[in-house]
């Protein structure tokens, strides 16, 4: 009987899923304290944009993770933001740039009005159905974006929060910078 009892129990624990995102992985930076997270994607190599000032923007490229999270009812996005880039200066690192109006700003280069969260910052983005997520990049203003270096290699940090239907999200996003793996194709002539 303890043979069967042990048996099925092992079948169980082999059927539950595991999680995917190693521990180490995910304490780049921790989440806001009391944070649901939402969606946890890992997007691999990719293009990442981020504010450099009120009217400019740069790209960079790396290993992305895009974290979707709803703080505790009574937090701002104000404050959301201010923590992180409190949590990016403690560690030596450095603020790129601040911003209370992230949303939207003019092209230097092209005078084009860019609408900076949904054109840039979202970039991408792995299309989830959930309304917070989906509105965050129209309405998310503040936002934070900082670097901090490590021995391996330089680590982007990039937040946007806002105030969706009286609940408040952020998204944050980690980008590693490492050279992408060139050595995957080869060509036979």
């Known amino acids: 009987m303890i043979n069967r009892l042990l048996a099925l129990a092992v079948i169980i624990l082999m059927t539950i899923p595991t999680q995917v995102y190693s521990k180490e992985k995910s304490e780049i930076i921790s989440l806001y304290k009391g944070s ?9 190599h990719e293009e990442h944009y ?6 400019s923007q740069k790209v960079i490229e790396g290993d992305m993770r895009r974290r979707f999270c709803q703080v ?11 923590n992180f880039e409190q949590a990016i200066k403690k560690k030596g690192g450095s603020i790129i740039h601040f911003s209370k109006q992230a949303n939207r700003f003019t092209d230097k280069k092209t005078g084009e009005r860019v ?3 949904s054109k840039y910052f979202a970039n991408a983005r792995k299309q989830h ?6 509105q965050l ?10 670097k901090v270096a490590t021995d391996a290699n330089d680590v982007f940090i990039s937040v946007a929060a806002s105030t969706i239907e009286n609940k408040t999200y952020y998204t944050l996003v980690t980008v590693t910078i ?8 080869t060509l036979n002539i």
Request: aromatic residues 16%; proline residues 6%.
């Open 36 to 44: 649901k997270l939402i969606f946890d994607d890992e997007i691999g």
């Open 115 to 117: 609408w900076f969260m």
């Open 129 to 134: 159905n959930h309304y917070g997520y989906m």
């Open 72 to 82: 505790p009812k009574g937090v701002s996005p104000l404050e959301v933001v201010k």
């Open 178 to 185: 490492k050279p992408m793996d060139m050595n995957n194709v």
């Open 50 to 55: 981020y504010m450099t000032s009120a009217s």
């Open 137 to 146: 990049v129209n309405y998310a203003r503040h936002y934070v974006v900082g």
